[in-house]
């Protein structure tokens, strides 16, 4: 049915108004602002506008979680504004449980502002409407036409408590999730939240693949094809991609990881013969084939996530992984004797690569043309690990234990316990020291504290050379920091060092050292 046309009010000289034209004349700019928020802002939640609507726990063991303040459009054009916090508790009693209890924001609108003239009581009403909104709880899928979604929790029966996603790529039950949220704004995007998360664990799993084929493969095309999915996955966090880009994205992606098939089956026939990579190259056919059709429909789309994720599980098996529990190291005489599991690094990589290297460090390493042994290590909250460094934190003014389940650039998911001091020094010993030749000491730790300066002293002697930990990362937290000890303050076989750190108000962590010296030739 067609719509009727708008209508602006137009004044005149004798124009008797209505209470009917003044209502008109307002509906009218009503209507005409959520026409423009219908088409040129997705619905969503607005960044950058209070705090977000960002809804969490309250920290106190119960059923209760708070939405912050915020802004939100709803598919309708409705502007939702939550001006102030609210706090809403689940009662079980109101669901069948295990059940995913949604949380949604809904436009609401009130008459207010009532008034009754007593002289006349015909002339009476509501002078203002009242725009507002609601935070409720939902058992149905949220319908973005008339709310918008804060939040989800699965929650199990006989729960007691609410809380923070410990892994957000992965809450588990009667923890908030995340994932599903919607972003408004001029770069909002209108693809379902299920295509969304589909396509970031694609996006995740491509990364793993392509970054095992370029680095360690040494396949040149990987590299490019792994620069194109890194970008996709920055311009998903934008809130710009949808059917209008997508698939010149995808198919770009395609096309370089055809690339890398005309590389390996031209250049690497053992690899290439493979069943794993018989099984990618189907794939990213497939694929390639899908997104040149453009059919610009959500369930074609799927479609080529699926088949994107299936390309990079098939090479999964293929990527090599030294897991610890593999790795047996024993230190004697200063050389490091590793089991069969332990092998070097072909090619070798630099001092940056190393940063953000997830696997485990081996007997040896190749880092920029040379090869180094692993002379010791010290595993941190380990008891005799730190008893036979002598393992201490001194004159700090706050130390802390922690258990973090992070992950490294290359998406790879470690967990680890480890310890942080702010203030004061860390120091310890290291053992089985070849001397007079470089020594390098190689630090796991959480790069979300970033930023900061410390003092080296070895055997008392400060060093010239500051450690600098410059930069952060709040997404991808674990880095391995490494310090270049010159030779010449390797005087023995052992030696004491002192971490002092420098910068005010700042924390420095440590999850587990490895310590590295040339190998002998």
């Not at 209760?64 to 915020?70: K, Q, T």
């Not at 290439?272 to 074609?300: I, P």
């Not at 001091?421 to 290291?430: L, P, Q, S, V």
Request: hydrophobic share 35%; proline share 4%; charged share 30%.
């Amino acid at each position: 049915m067609a719509q009727s046309p708008y209508k602006r009010i137009h004044f005149f000289k004798g124009f008797l108004t209505t209470e009917q034209d003044w209502n008109e004349a307002e509906r009218y700019h009503v209507e005409k602002r959520k026409l423009h928020n219908q088409a040129f802002h997705a619905p969503g939640i607005v960044p950058g506008y209070g705090d977000e609507l960002r809804t969490s726990s309250r920290g106190r063991g119960d059923l209760s979680v708070e939405v912050g303040s915020g802004y939100a459009i709803d598919g309708q054009g409705n502007d939702i504004l939550l001006r102030e916090k609210s706090i809403k508790t689940i009662n079980p009693g109101d669901f069948k449980l295990p059940q995913t209890i949604y949380i949604v924001l809904r436009y609401t609108e009130d008459f207010s502002d009532f008034i009754a003239y007593k002289e006349n009581l015909d002339f009476q009403g509501h002078r203002r409407i009242e725009e507002g909104c609601k935070v409720e709880f939902s058992i149905v899928e949220p319908d973005i036409q008339h709310e918008v979604e804060l939040a989800r929790v699965y929650l199990e029966k006989g729960a007691k408590r609410v809380s923070d996603a410990r892994e957000p790529r992965n809450p588990q039950p009667n923890e908030i999730d995340l994932r599903y949220l919607r972003s408004a704004g001029v770069c909002g995007a209108k693809l379902s939240p299920t295509l969304m998360l589909k396509l970031d664990e694609a996006i995740q799993a491509q990364k793993k693949i392509l970054a095992h084929l370029s680095r360690v493969k040494k396949i040149l095309s990987a590299q490019d094809a792994m620069q194109a999915v890194i970008t996709l996955e920055m311009l998903t966090k934008t809130a710009f991609v949808d059917h209008a880009n997508i698939w010149d994205l995808l198919r770009t992606i395609a096309e370089l990881q055809w690339d890398v098939v005309d590389e390996v089956e031209g250049r690497l026939p053992d690899l290439s013969v493979r069943t794993e990579f018989g099984a990618f190259r189907k794939n990213v056919e497939f694929m390639l084939g899908l997104v040149r059709e453009r059919k610009r429909t959500d369930e074609q789309l799927d479609n080529v996530i699926t088949y994107q994720k299936r390309a990079s599980d098939s090479l999964d098996a293929l990527v090599d992984k030294v897991r610890p529990e593999a790795i047996e190291v024993k230190v004697m005489d200063g050389a490091a004797i590793a089991g069969e599991a332990a092998v070097s690094i072909a090619g070798g990589i630099s001092m940056e690569d190393l940063k953000v290297r997830s696997e485990e460090f081996t007997a040896t390493l190749v880092v920029e043309g040379k090869e180094w042994r692993l002379v010791d290590m010290i595993d941190v909250l380990d008891k005799a690990s730190e008893e036979d460094h002598k393992f201490a934190i001194k004159g700090a003014k706050d130390t802390y234990r922690t258990r973090q389940k992070l992950r490294y650039p290359d998406g790879t998911l470690i967990e680890d316990v480890g310890i942080a001091h702010e203030g004061g020094y860390c120091e310890f010993a290291i053992k089985n020291l070849t001397p007079h030749q470089d020594l390098v000491i190689i630090r796991r730790m959480d790069y979300v504290h970033g930023d900061f300066q410390a003092e080296v002293h070895v055997n008392g002697e400060r060093l010239p050379k500051l450690l600098e930990c410059r930069g952060d990362d709040k997404r991808y937290r674990w880095r391995n920091w490494p310090y270049v000890i010159p030779a010449q303050y390797i005087n023995s076989s052992s030696l004491t060092v002192k971490q002092v750190m420098l910068t005010a108000d700042r924390d420095i962590n440590m999850f587990r050292y490895w310590f590295y010296q040339p190998q002998p030739r």
